[in-house]
């Protein structure tokens, strides 16, 4: 298969979590990959396509973390309950974006 997305993409070389707001629901989401224009994570509920996020991820253990606002650009269901999401940054900051991810 030709890869189509056009940034390089980063995986975690442990497991990794972020914590993503979106239609008032918070969740601690598995993140699988990371470009500077997005990342693809699980979330255990489908999300629509089009909502917008707020997240906050540390992707390696003792680093500081970033804060990002993005959309939802495609959700699949992977089985298992868990459903991966695409996530296309709009912002990403070094401190909070909301008051309420800021934790």
């Known amino acids: 298969m030709v890869e189509k997305r056009g940034a390089d993409r980063w995986k975690p070389p442990q497991e ?4 993503i707001m979106c239609n008032g ?3 601690n989401a598995k993140i699988l990959d990371v470009s500077n224009s997005g990342m693809r994570v699980i979330f255990t509920k489908p999300i629509p396509i089009g909502s917008e ?3 906050k991820v540390t992707i ?7 804060f ?3 959309e939802i650009k495609r959700v699949l269901n992977v089985g298992g ?7 296309q940054f709009s912002s990403i900051k070094q ?6 991810i800021a934790l």
Not at 81 to 87: R, T, Y
Not at 95 to 100: G, L, S, T
Request: hydrophobic share 40%; net charge negative; no cysteine.
């Open 16 to 19: 990794s979590r972020g914590v």
């Open 25 to 27: 629901i918070k969740e």
């Open 53 to 55: 996020i707020y997240a």
């Open 60 to 66: 390696v253990e003792n680093a500081l973390p970033y």
């Open 68 to 70: 990002a606002v993005g």
């Open 81 to 87: 309950g868990n459903w991966e999401a695409s996530i």
């Open 95 to 100: 401190e909070p974006i909301r008051k309420d």
